[in-house]
């Protein structure tokens, strides 16, 4: 950084009102160089400023078939990182906190899904009986490590034709990082549920036995997302006996026995989708992140459609509320004095691996 760029202790003292006049003014002397990527999960003081709203896959391809120069992504740096793979090379990709990350991609890391490949083979041969198989919520190098080893990547949307494919090569698929995502999916495919063992990374061989190995079809590793493991099937309950007509839909990020109590199952796109075309006098329960849900109720307000958060207690992804206007108009201030920073840049040979693997997916999927 330069001395001419911005300091960020400095925005620490900016009221939101203040920001929220330096971002615009920020974005108009920008332009077009500059595309700003709000994912749904984000606080309504940065989502206003949003050039582009979606999930994570969405955005990253919306940013790299756009004009901008500077990609600006409000989300966590797991998006960050995919916009960075997916970005053309006079791009660059910004996250404004870089301490935005996702507890779930955190739950596996490189070392520990190395070490699981390890101790797999001492039962298998994994790299001609097992796909790996991570979800997009996760770091870049996981997804290089899939690219290696014939592995993809999935969503939440596309997780069971990936599955298809996957079982169309190999009789077993590691999962990763949310188990939850793999439970619901290998379920809906037919998979009973002893065929489907949790991997511990916290104890040799994940607290298997080499039979629980050899007998299940998808090994899950035991990650989850925080926000989702707050909902819990007796919400579901009390909402069915104070609204015996209420419509129950829920993320497949959830647990199991959620999923199970619930009308509808689907991604965040599927979510938006069933209660924007749900006729007045709907009344939904929503199992998804706080600030989307919140969204999606007062638009469908003046539709007739009354739309209920599932838990009885706050819970939004707080990694993802990291992103703040003061965080917002730092980045965009110091792009207009043509000073970049919080760049996310993943190393060229991990990027390439990683982009097969998202290739792969967007051409088995499409």
């Known amino acids: 950084m330069t001395a001419n760029a911005f300091a960020l202790q400095d925005y620490s003292f900016y009221d939101d009102a203040t920001c929220d006049e330096r971002i615009r003014a920020a974005k108009a002397a920008l332009g077009s160089r500059c595309a700003i990527l709000g994912h749904h999960y984000q606080r309504d003081e940065v989502f206003a400023h949003a050039d582009y ?8 391809k919306l940013a790299a078939n756009s004009d901008a120069e500077y990609i600006v ?9 995919v916009a960075d793979i997916l970005s053309r090379p006079d ?45 997009i919520n996760s770091a870049a190098d996981l997804k290089a490590f899939c690219g290696r080893h ?54 040799p061989m994940g607290g298997l036995t080499a039979d629980e190995i050899r007998g299940a079809r998808i090994i899950l590793w035991k990650g989850f997302c925080s926000v989702h493991q707050m909902f819990h099937p007796n919400h579901i309950h009390k909402f069915r006996e104070e609204h015996p007509e209420g419509r129950v839909i829920s993320h497949p990020e959830n ?15 599927t979510i938006l989708r069933h209660v924007r075309a749900s006729e007045p006098g709907t009344h939904w329960l929503v199992g998804t992140e706080l600030n989307l849900v919140n969204r999606l109720h007062h638009e469908m307000a003046d539709k007739g ?44 040979d991990e990027a390439r691996e990683a982009k097969a693997t998202l290739d792969l997916m967007l051409e088995i999927t499409a």
Not at 53 to 60: A, E, N
Not at 74 to 80: E, N
Not at 255 to 267: H, L, N, P, R, T
Not at 322 to 331: C, E, I, K
């Open 53 to 60: 709203t979606g999930d994570s896959l969405k955005l990253s």
């Open 73 to 81: 992504f409000c989300g966590v740096h797991f998006m960050a990182e």
């Open 91 to 135: 791009q660059q990709v910004i996250l404004p906190d870089m301490a935005a990350g996702c507890s779930m991609a955190d739950m596996a890391n490189l070392r520990n899904v190395e070490r699981a490949w390890r101790e797999l083979s001492e039962v298998l041969e994994p790299d001609e009986q097992v796909t790996p198989v991570t979800y």
């Open 150 to 203: 014939g592995g993809i990547v999935c969503t939440s949307s596309n997780a069971r034709g990936v599955l298809d494919w996957s079982f169309s090569r190999r009789e077993k698929v590691l999962f990763f990082p949310d188990q939850h995502l793999g439970r619901n999916t290998g379920h809906d495919m037919g998979i009973p549920l002893d065929e489907m063992v949790v991997w511990d990374f916290s104890k």
């Open 255 to 269: 647990a199991f026995e959620v999923c199970q109590a619930s009308d509808v199952v689907g991604s965040t796109e």
């Open 305 to 348: 459609v009354k739309v209920q958060f599932m838990s009885p207690v706050v819970c939004m992804c707080s990694t993802m509320f990291r992103t703040d206007p003061q965080h917002l108009a730092w980045v965009l201030d110091n792009l207009v004095e043509g000073e970049v920073v919080n760049r996310i840049q993943v190393p060229a």
